[in-house]
């Protein structure tokens, strides 16, 4: 089946460390996107990528670094620099790049929290 | 989200009543969608309006975008305890290849 996978699904890390999320899909999209969600709030966007070797900072990238050397792969890394990391991530990503026809296809989310 | 603004920020029904959750902008909408996200998990695509006036409806929840192309609303009608969860909108508004989304509102169902 087609889709958006994540792992973990659950992630601690002690302050100080840098930790990577994964994300993978085989919807063949060329579009990936991270958002952060806090409790109560919206989706705010991280980094998103429109094409492999690709992307771009949201309104939040600070303390978050991306690399897109597949199609299928777009991994977050959360380092030491981001103040305030414990909070929900999800990963997306969509067929169009650009455009208002933009219907975004969402994995199941990771949850970190910092110990 | 300053650019959608969603109202209410949360919501509680009894089961069987109707309810309708707005979503607006400042700005032309030329995608709206709207997403379902249970606490704890992704996000589940619900519809996508394109058009001035347009109306889709799904089983029991109708969604409707604005002759204006500003202002969306979704309508649950007779609620059940399975439509509880986090309803969220969405839009490129700068057509920049990036999504922006609303705070969503949170939609309690009590039996």
């Known amino acids: 089946d087609g889709g958006i996978t994540q792992s973990p699904k659950y992630l601690f890390r002690k302050e100080g460390q840098n930790v990577t999320l994964s994300c993978e899909q085989n919807l063949n999209h060329d579009a990936m996107y991270w958002y952060r969600q806090d409790p109560g709030q919206g989706l705010r966007l991280i980094y998103y990528?429109?094409?492999?070797?690709?992307?771009q900072k949201g309104d939040i990238a600070e303390g978050y670094s991306v690399s897109r050397e597949k199609k299928e792969s777009f991994p977050l890394t959360v380092t030491s620099a981001q103040k305030n990391p414990t909070a929900f991530y999800l990963c997306?990503?969509?067929?169009?790049?650009?455009?208002?026809?933009?219907?975004?296809?969402f994995g199941p989310g990771t949850r970190l929290t910092v110990l | 989200s300053q650019e959608l603004e969603q109202s209410p920020q949360s919501l509680i029904v009894q089961e069987g009543k109707n309810l309708t959750i707005n979503c607006t902008s400042s700005k032309t909408l030329y995608g709206l969608y709207w997403y379902k996200q249970k606490y704890g998990e992704g996000l589940i695509f619900l519809m996508m309006?394109?058009?001035?006036?347009e109306e889709k409806s799904h089983e029991k929840i109708t969604a409707k975008l604005d002759e204006k192309k500003q202002q969306s609303s979704l309508h649950i009608t007779a609620s059940q305890p399975s439509h509880a969860g986090i309803y969220l909108c969405?839009?490129?508004?700068?057509?920049?290849?990036?999504?922006?989304f609303g705070d969503g509102t949170t939609l309690t169902v009590k039996p």
């Open positions: 990528s429109q094409i492999v070797n690709d992307f």
């Open positions: 969405g839009a490129d508004v700068t057509n920049a290849g990036k999504s922006t």
């Open positions: 997306a990503s969509s067929a169009a790049t650009r455009g208002y026809y933009n219907e975004q296809f």
């Open positions: 309006l394109q058009k001035g006036g």
